[in-house]
């Protein structure tokens, strides 16, 4: 059986879903539907277009089998969102339909787009991550991050409350820092109320870890809607994988990462500001949560958890 991975667009979820998987299987990864050839399996993922719809129709109709991934609910794309109203989803379910299976990241997915033949394949890290360590900073000030991109996540950052402003309070040599695109650091300090945020600019997914890596303690604020509730714990993951304590709100995937301990979870203003206190404060605390959230994302390599994937796409 020959497989490969078919990638029209490369982004963090190709990476983690159909790229690195591929490459632990050894099976080719292609960018063009040419590409593809005689090849009796092909895994894809987010076929949002006519087009992707329709190859992936005729792959199934010629007898080969289709392994579609899905890591996001776009039925549920909040309004706001730079992706809101950009894509119709009839195309979507139809691929789906179409295929011979469908992977998703969350429970909420494999309801929403498996059709009766989804698979829960949730989300890890290569093992390669768990290998990247801290630069270390010249000055010692804790920092409180979060990355993200006000586009994608337009009503998360509010979720936060007044915590940040409160731990900044307690402990004035801490900083609120940020990792995404320099025009959302004025606005993201208006919304924590916060004189400043420290932007550190935008990255690739590899030069993204050593930045998150300098993290004294990350966080993950989710705004408890549908399309939140359906989202992987992915971020908290990468993390945690970093040595980075991480506090998320309480969607169901960050439930389980919490029941499996490997973060903390703040339902409310007053729980962020607990735990942010305790992570920058308690040395002791900040490194059993490390020790927690690495211990986590070592169970959760790409790597030890092949075997999902196999099952999937060589069945």
Not at 158 to 170: F, H, I, M, Y
Not at 231 to 244: D, Q, T
Not at 288 to 301: M, Q, S
Request: hydrophobic content about 40%; charged content about 25%.
């Amino acid at each position: 059986m020959r497989a490969v991975a078919w990638v029209p667009q490369f982004d963090a979820s190709a990476h983690y879903r159909l790229i690195h998987p591929a490459r632990v299987l050894g099976v080719s990864v292609v960018t063009s539907v040419d590409s593809v050839g005689t090849a009796d399996t092909i895994v894809t993922n987010r076929p949002l277009t006519a087009k992707q719809r329709a190859v992936i129709e005729m792959w199934a109709d010629e007898g080969r089998r289709v392994i579609v991934d899905m890591d996001d609910d776009f039925d549920a794309i909040p309004r706001g969102h730079k992706l809101y109203g950009r894509h119709p989803t009839v195309d979507l379910h139809r691929a789906c339909e179409a295929a011979t299976a469908v992977t998703c990241s969350t429970p909420a997915l494999v309801e929403r787009y498996g059709h009766g033949h989804g698979a829960l394949i949730r989300n890890g890290i290569p093992e390669n991550v768990l290998d990247v360590r801290r630069a270390g900073r010249r000055e010692p000030r804790p920092w409180i991050g979060w990355y993200a991109s006000l586009a994608s996540h337009p009503h998360d950052a509010p979720a936060l409350g007044n915590a940040v402003a409160k731990a900044l309070a307690e402990r004035p040599d801490t900083e609120f820092v940020y990792a995404g695109p320099d025009h959302d650091v004025g606005p993201l300090s208006r919304i924590l109320g916060i004189p400043s945020v420290r932007g550190l600019g935008f990255f690739s997914i590899e030069g993204l870890y050593r930045v998150i890596a300098e993290f004294d303690v990350g966080v993950v604020p989710l705004d408890l809607s549908p399309f939140n509730r359906a989202k992987s714990w992915l971020k908290g993951l990468e993390m945690a994988a970093l040595g980075v304590p991480v506090i998320a709100s309480p969607t169901d995937e960050y439930r389980e990462m919490a029941r499996q301990c490997g973060c903390t979870l703040a339902s409310n203003e007053e729980d962020w500001a607990r735990w942010l206190g305790y992570v920058t404060r308690i040395r002791e605390y900040r490194e059993h949560r490390v020790k927690c959230g690495r211990d986590f994302a070592r169970r959760h390599t790409i790597e030890r958890r092949i075997d999902e994937w196999r099952a999937v796409w060589f069945a």
